[in-house]
């Protein structure tokens, strides 16, 4: 039962990319199948949800600055893109769920920018979800959350993009995950000794290009790279199907002095599945963080701009912020994760 006078939260948290990145995008897992392996860290996506009695509708991104407001509707039209995920949700809850529209405050914030290559719209979805599912204790587990998450953005809202973020951001923790045909997915969370973890979270330095980019533009020329046969892009995301592989068993048994060899591998692999996915900026940093000593490195998510990753052997991640200072690059200090979506109720 709804309560008037709660607030319902939730958080989800933002993923790094280890490798495998593409291989969840349609339509290459539907006919290889995909594998990526990613780990979720201290940044997060966040929704509450305060119910209203007089059926208003307000949607409210306070980390974007954009307020809407809706008379009572059971469906807020979707043609407008400002705060469409926030829409799309909303509609697919009333729609599964309720059968009627409902008054309430959306509250979303996002701890990064977005198109930033951490999974940000995906995450911010499978928070929103989260804050419904904790508001109407919908009997729903991590794969159906994620699933709905992904129906919502990929399906209903016609976005671009891949599978991973959604379970990602609900499963939370250090995770290889296959892509198989007819949208199966299976979660293998991965059962790594912490000091393990804490010695990649040493070596391996987060950094923000300064930059965002529109990944639904590098996306579409990937899918359409699969589905024309191109053989240079097919060539290129088989390969790194199998970084995630290698990755996965450095990890498990500690041999984290081959991670920036297989970042490295992957890298020149995925450059090639499509344009824009690098640029000049992009590989200045590249190469100005090989010459400080990183052994390897990647851009987060679908490229272009955002996050990157490299790994720095001994003490070398201090030469490395060094070296980059100068091309803009931040570096983001971070924790990994192994909680997924969290939600609660408190008092207003």
């Not at 339509?27 to 208003?56: C, H, M, Q, V, W």
């Not at 469906?75 to 400002?82: E, G």
């Not at 007819?182 to 804490?198: A, M, Y």
């Given at each position: ?15 790094i ?5 593409g ?33 208003k509708?307000i ?9 809407l ?14 705060l469409?995920l ?5 509609n ?92 199966n ?14 010695e ?15 990944s ?10 699969i ?28 041999e ?24 000049d900026?992009?590989?200045?940093i ?39 200072k ?23």
């Amino acid at each position: 039962m709804i309560e008037y006078n709660k607030i319902y939260r939730s958080r989800a948290p933002l993923r790094i990319g280890l490798a495998g990145g593409g291989t969840d995008v349609s339509p290459f897992p539907d006919l290889y199948g995909g594998a990526i392996l990613n780990a979720t860290i201290s940044a997060f996506a966040n929704a509450s949800i305060i119910p209203r009695e007089d059926g208003k509708i307000i949607l409210n991104a306070v980390d974007r600055n954009e307020r809407l407001e809706f008379d009572p509707t059971s469906h807020i039209d979707t043609s407008d893109p400002t705060l469409i995920l926030q829409k799309g949700v909303y509609n697919r809850i009333i729609k599964d769920y309720i059968g009627k529209g409902m008054g309430l405050e959306l509250t979303t914030s996002i701890d990064v920018s977005a198109g930033s290559g951490l999974g940000t719209s995906s995450t911010l979805v499978v928070a929103i979800l989260g804050a419904f599912v904790e508001m109407l204790n919908l009997p729903l587990g991590e794969y159906d959350i994620a699933r709905l998450a992904y129906d919502i953005e990929r399906v209903d809202l016609g976005m671009a993009g891949g599978k991973q973020d959604q379970y990602a951001a609900t499963f939370g923790g250090v995770n290889f995950m296959e892509f198989l045909q007819d949208d199966n997915v299976i979660v293998n969370p991965l059962r790594i000794k912490d000091e393990i973890l804490q010695e990649l979270e040493y070596h391996l330095v987060l950094l923000y290009t300064q930059t965002t980019r529109e990944s639904a533009k590098i996306i579409e020329q990937q899918k359409e790279n699969i589905k024309n046969k191109d053989q240079s892009a097919l060539d290129a995301t088989l390969a790194l199907k199998k970084q995630a592989f290698m990755m996965k068993e450095a990890l498990l048994k500690g041999e984290l002095h081959k991670i920036g060899k297989i970042l490295d591998n992957g890298w020149q692999f995925k450059k090639k599945m499509a344009k824009g996915i690098t640029n000049d900026l992009i590989d200045k940093i590249y190469s100005s963080a090989l010459k400080a000593g990183a052994s390897g490195g990647k851009i987060s998510g679908a490229g272009g701009g955002g996050f990157m990753l490299f790994y720095c052997p001994g003490n070398t991640r201090y030469e490395l912020e060094k070296a980059l200072k100068p091309l803009g690059a931040q570096i983001v200090r971070y924790n990994f994760l192994q909680k997924g979506l969290t939600t609660w109720t408190s008092a207003q």
